[in-house]
């Protein structure tokens, strides 16, 4: 089991950046891939952003792809997501997650909310 706790959201304004902190414990966190989600009301949970184990391979969706960025330090147990150039449409709880054995998003933290304004 690993415990994934977010940190680094808030509100700000529209074109403003703000970087997510996804910290892990329980179990060693460079064994598997990491990815964080968004949710906004009243839609569906989407993939924002993943990264292989190693932090080589990446994939970032279309609507975040040139402003968000996803990285991992291993030695830390942590991995971040830096989002520049926000968006009123980036509005949404944001959650860390692992796939821990292959077995897909198995574990999730809590989420932490963004709100951009125009």
């Known amino acids: 089991q690993v415990q994934l706790v977010e940190s680094g959201g808030g509100s700000v304004l529209a074109g403003a950046s703000l970087r997510l902190a996804c910290a892990a414990s329980?179990?060693?966190?460079?064994?598997?891939?990491m990815g964080w989600f968004r949710q906004a009301p009243g839609k569906d949970r989407e993939l924002v952003a993943s990264?292989?184990?190693?932090?080589?391979?990446?994939y970032s969706s279309d609507s975040v792809k040139e402003r968000f960025t996803i990285s991992r330090e291993n030695v830390k147990n942590t991995m971040y997501l830096q989002m520049d150039s926000l968006k009123p449409e980036d509005t949404a709880v944001y959650y860390c997650?692992?796939?821990?054995?292959?077995?897909?998003?198995?574990?999730w933290g809590q989420g932490t909310q963004v709100t951009v304004s125009s």
């Open positions: 997650a692992a796939d821990i054995g292959g077995s897909g998003w198995n574990s």
């Open positions: 329980g179990r060693t966190f460079a064994w598997y891939p």
């Open positions: 990264i292989t184990w190693n932090g080589l391979i990446t």
